[in-house]
């Protein structure tokens, strides 16, 4: 059996899903009885995130605790996938999207010496990276979403592996009489789209329950205010792994309609208690996931096609079951002790 380092960068006190598919891998690599740990290296913010780089480079991952010599390195995240092992295997999440994908958004709110700045850095962070995943042995995304992303900057090679749903005590409760969402309450996530799709007329009448924390909360609130929806809307904030599943296992359905996700834990989640997800064709990861009509709807982002999903499968609890069901299929043949043998083979 081999030795693994798992590697992966966090900003101080987050918690996401970066840091459950972690943990996860740690988990499974022990039950394939491997010897194992996790590595978090730092993710500086703006402007250090060259330090960042350079701390997961200087981090020795090649002799463990007594000595013992460290068989191979799998890295998930930017920026510590920087670390050095000969024998260095690539699960990417996603590298710094500021500096890639979300460029165009995050150098609009820059002044003209800002752009210049962040541009310079922008043109190293994509040298740098490209040079490291040209020396790992194999590369593998979280999703086709990640992939594209790879090979629209720097045309990096690499193979899509599915990350399993964590290993969590799921169950089925029926098919309640509300839809449910769970995320980091951000931009990116688009409850804001699921609001403005509650308060179209066909969606009269249907409760939502959301959870999460974020920048947007307050936002979201007063946007429920405004849309005089606020009765039918319920922000339960951060909940317990037991909470979360008590939600997935009754709600009818989950509302999941991210911009561009590298891949969304809870599109899985639901899966594995049966209910159906919602999403949006421009969602990334969720909509690789989800076969439209199928497993749940891919909508348009708009209110009107979200709002048209969630009536069709609360007027159908029938559909809703057919849905799950073919969820429910899709992620128990998902295994990580099937992702364990890719990434060592």
Known sequence: MATVAVVTSSPPFAEGGHLVMARELVRALREEGHETGLIVTPQNRFGRQGSAYLAAWCTDVELAHEEKKVDQVISLRFPGYAVQHPNHVLWLNHRMREYYDLWDQFSSHLSWKGRIKEGARRALIHRVDKTLMSKMRQRYVISATVQARLQRFGRIQSDVLYPPPPKRDYRHDGYGDYLFGVSRLSPLKRFDLVLRALAEPIAAG????????????????????????????????????????????????????????????????????????????????????????????????????????????????????????????????????????????
């Open 206 to 345: 249907i409760r939502c329950v959301i959870a999460g924390e974020g920048g947007e909360l307050e936002k979201l609130r007063g946007l429920a205010s405004h849309l005089d929806i606020e009765h039918r809307v319920q922000f339960v904030g951060r909940l317990s792994d037991r909470e979360m599943i008590d939600h997935l296992a009754r709600c009818r359905a989950v509302i999941f309609p991210p911009f561009n996700e590298d891949y969304g834990f809870v599109t899985v989640e639901a899966f594995m208690c049966g209910k159906p997800v919602i999403t949006c064709s421009d969602s990334g990861g969720p909509a690789e996931l989800v076969r439209d009509g199928e497993s749940g709807f891919v909508s348009a982002p708009t209110p009107e096609a979200i709002a048209a999903a969630m009536r069709a499968l609360m007027d159908d609890r029938n559909l809703a079951a057919r849905m799950g069901d073919a969820g429910a299929r899709v992620a128990n043949a998902m295994t990580w002790s099937g992702a364990v043998q890719q990434l060592l083979r």
